[in-house]
């Protein structure tokens, strides 16, 4: 079956910093990518969908300057988190998809902002 | 905008139970999605819908969607501790941009 893969599972840092996700379609190629937070207990949060060469697409209430998202390829999606702060510390998870096709979901990263 | 219910919100049954999960839309379903998510995990996906009346079935698990394309059910036979976990159901929208997702169903399986 399709495989997605995360990268990296865990990042723990200081309060500031920036943290760059890499989400990899390893066997299709990917023309929408999503990213997604999910809190304890709660259901996966959309943040933006994105197309590989054009600018992503974010939900209400996202800030876009704040997370990051470049689709570079048909391959590969980043989400960067900027000037992290304990706030943003979630559990992300990308998916992808091609066409109709179902999404296809990487294993998530816990993100942790100390 | 389309919201998904699902129910139960949590579910705990004896393993080798029977079990059934309900997905409803505010408006007409243009693809449904099942998903299991373990804890701390990715999403594993299960089954899509499409068609009114459609069913699906994989191993032990079922999913139907109902003519009239709003809700979905989701059918567990002769549960076993491995299908404990969080099940989502997604639904696509007119344009098959984006998926949203329910709340999610935490089922949990006593052994």
Known sequence: GAVV?????????????????????????????????????????????????????????????????NHASLTLSTLTVTSAHPEDSSFYICSARTGFQPQHFGDGTRLSIL | SQELEQSPQSLIVQEGKNLTINCTSSKTLYGLY??????????????????????????????????KKQQSSLHITASQPSHA???????????HDKIIFGKGTRLHILP
Request: charged share 25%; aromatic share 10%; hydrophobic share 35%.
């Open chain 2, 34 to 67: 099942w998903y299991k998510q373990k804890y701390g995990e990715g999403l594993i996906f299960l089954m899509m819908l499409q068609k009114g009346g459609e069913e699906k079935s994989h191993e032990k698990i079922t999913a139907k969607l109902d003519e």
């Open chain 2, 85 to 95: 976990g969080i099940y989502l159901c997604g639904a696509d929208g007119k344009i």
């Open chain 1, 5 to 69: 893969s995360q990268h990296p599972s865990r990042v723990i840092c200081k309060s500031g910093t920036s943290v760059k996700i890499e989400c990899r379609s390893l066997d299709f190629q990917a023309t929408t990518m999503f990213w997604y937070r999910q809190f304890p207990k709660k259901s996966l949060m959309l943040m933006a969908t994105s197309n590989e060469g054009s600018k992503a697409t974010y939900e209400q209430g996202v800030e876009k300057d704040k997370f990051l998202i």
